[in-house]
Structure formats: structure tokens, C-alpha cells
């Protein structure tokens, strides 16, 4: 950090343009791209369901499906000897 203080000092006041341009594009610049690229990678794929799926499986004793958070449960052409469950329980954020 204080090599980075001193630097800029120097760049303000020896008016050093080609270190200026050379700070902008080593520093600026990729931290830009890098916001960009969270702000995108954050919204991708935000309308999608989460889901659980079990299809055509044989259970020889009882099935538990749970989820932590909302979403969707499926259970098709399945044996289960003993019971089904399927659980979805909503985690409540405690706000301070």
C-alpha cells in the first residue's frame, strides 16, 4: 500500500502522463472488467427454480427428499418399501 501511495504521489506531482495511462490500464481497467463480470455472473441463471428429481429408482426401505429453501420436488416411477418423504423447510434471516 505504500508503495502504491508513493507512486501516485510521485504521478501528481511530477505530472507523469505515461505513468498515469500506464495506472489506468494495470489498475482501473481490470478492476472494472472484474465489477462487470460479478454485476453478470451474480443475475445468471436467478430465474431458475431449484429442483430435486428422483425418476424410475427402487427404495428397499423409506425415501427422504428435503430441500433448505423453496423450490420443486419430484418423485416419478418410484418403489419405496417403506416411506416418502418430502420436506421443504424456508430458512428466515435474522436481520440485526
Known sequence: ??????????????????????????????????QAWLVVADHRGADETPSQIV????VGQSM?????DAGTQKATDVRVDGDLSQIQQTRRRRFR
Open 1 to 34: 500500500m505504500a508503495a502504491l501511495i508513493n507512486v501516485a504521489t510521485g504521478m501528481l506531482t511530477q505530472k507523469w502522463t505515461l505513468a498515469w495511462i500506464a495506472f489506468v490500464v494495470a489498475i482501473v481497467v481490470p478492476a472494472a472488467v472484474m
Open 55 to 58: 425418476e424410475d429408482a427402487s
Open 64 to 68: 427422504r427428499q428435503e430441500m433448505a
